[in-house]
Nanobody
Framework: QVQLVESGGGLVQAGGSLRLSCAAS????????MGWFRQAPGKEREFIAV???????YYSDSVKGRFTISRDNAKNTVYLQMNSLKPEDTALYYC?????????????????WGQGTQVTVSS
């Protein structure tokens, strides 16, 4: 298992930026695929972005071109840079870890989860 702790959330105006961080401890971080998900009130948790251990990245259509996922294996940390934020980006943001030969895109694909960090975008 790995322990994940997200940080960097907050309140921002529409059009603004935030950078989320997820610090990992425990199981080998460098061999993990790391994902970001979000959950708005009354909605299901949804995939946003994933970065493989080899730094291949994928994004949901809703954030492509605005969000960037990256990782620093020396710091055991994955980041989500969020630009051009919109009110509809308001949600609780989670990072998650997965090990194996394939990248995951579904909630059930990921074995370890953080507690989440709130992002609120005002109009």
């Amino acid at each position: 298992q790995v322990q994940l702790v997200e940080s960097g959330g907050g309140l921002v105006q529409a059009g603004g930026s935030l950078r989320l961080s997820c610090a990992a401890s425990g199981r080998t971080f460098s061999s993990s695929h790391m994902g970001w998900f979000r959950q708005a009130p009354g909605k299901e948790r949804e995939f946003i972005a994933v970065i493989s251990w080899s730094r291949i990245t994928y994004y949901s259509d809703s954030v492509k071109g605005r969000f960037t996922i990256s990782r620093d294996n020396a710091k055991n940390t994955v980041y989500l840079q969020m630009n051009s934020l919109k009110p509809e980006d308001t949600a609780l943001y989670y990072c998650a870890a997965r090990w194996g030969s394939t990248i995951g895109f579904e909630v059930g694909d990921f074995a370890s989860w953080g507690q989440g960090t709130q992002v609120t975008v005002s109009s």
